[in-house]
């Protein structure tokens, strides 16, 4: 079955660590996006992605980075300098490069800073 | 930018009722209007979405109405089961900005 893959589904960090969050598709989609999660709040842009080694910064993007070497992946990493990092991650592919479109969303990676 | 607001935050509906969440949006420039719903710890899936060309759009016992001039939206679900408790985003958008989401509605379904 086609779809995303979202690694690891938890994670523990500790202050000023570095963490990266893997971002699996195989629906051949052009498109990659990173969402962040926060209780109570809708989902908020952080960075996306319309073609390999390209990608734009979303709404809320400092303290993080990305990379999108191959059109299957797009991992996040979340650094030291994200002051409130906590949160659900959601990594999402849409068909085409647009904006818009139904996005196709993995299934999350929690992380928790101690 | 856009700016959404959803209502309610909380929604709880006898099953087989029916339920209606809304939503505003500020952009007139936007035109396209996706919901989605999410299960616990999962991602959210989309269920239902509409252009601005068009008034209203149903599957089954999910609708959706557009009100352009108001600039408000809504989803409409119709004789409610125990499946469809989740969390209910909208959003919009359709510019370069691309979508702006609400910040969702947790919908029971009392049996």
């Known amino acids: 079955d086609g779809g995303i893959t979202q690694s690891p589904k938890y994670l523990f960090r500790k202050e000023g660590q570095n963490v990266t969050l893997s971002c699996e598709q195989n629906l051949n989609h052009d498109a990659m996006y990173w969402y962040r999660q926060d209780p109570g709040q809708g989902l908020r842009l952080i960075y996306y992605s319309q073609i390999v080694n390209d990608f734009q910064k979303g709404d809320i993007a400092e303290g993080y980075s990305v990379s999108r070497e191959k059109k299957e992946s797009f991992p996040l990493t979340v650094t030291s300098a994200q002051k409130n990092p906590t949160a659900f991650y959601l990594c999402a592919s849409t068909r085409q490069g647009a904006l818009t479109g139904e996005l196709f969303f993995g299934e999350g990676s929690r992380l928790t800073v101690l | ?111």
């Open chain 2, 1 to 111: 930018g856009e700016n959404v607001e959803q209502h309610p935050s909380t929604l709880s509906v006898q099953e087989g009722d029916s339920a209606v969440i809304k939503c505003t949006y500020s952009d007139s420039a936007s035109n396209y209007f996706p919901w989605y719903k999410q299960e616990l710890g999962k991602g959210p899936q989309l269920i239902i979405d509409i252009r601005s060309n068009v008034g209203e759009k149903k599957d089954q016992r999910i609708a959706v109405t557009l009100n352009k001039t108001a600039k408000h939206f809504s989803l409409h679900i119709t004789e409610t089961q125990p499946e469809d408790s989740a969390v209910y985003f909208c959003a919009a958008g359709g510019g370069a900005d691309g979508l702006t989401f609400g910040k969702g509605t947790h919908l029971i379904i009392q049996p």
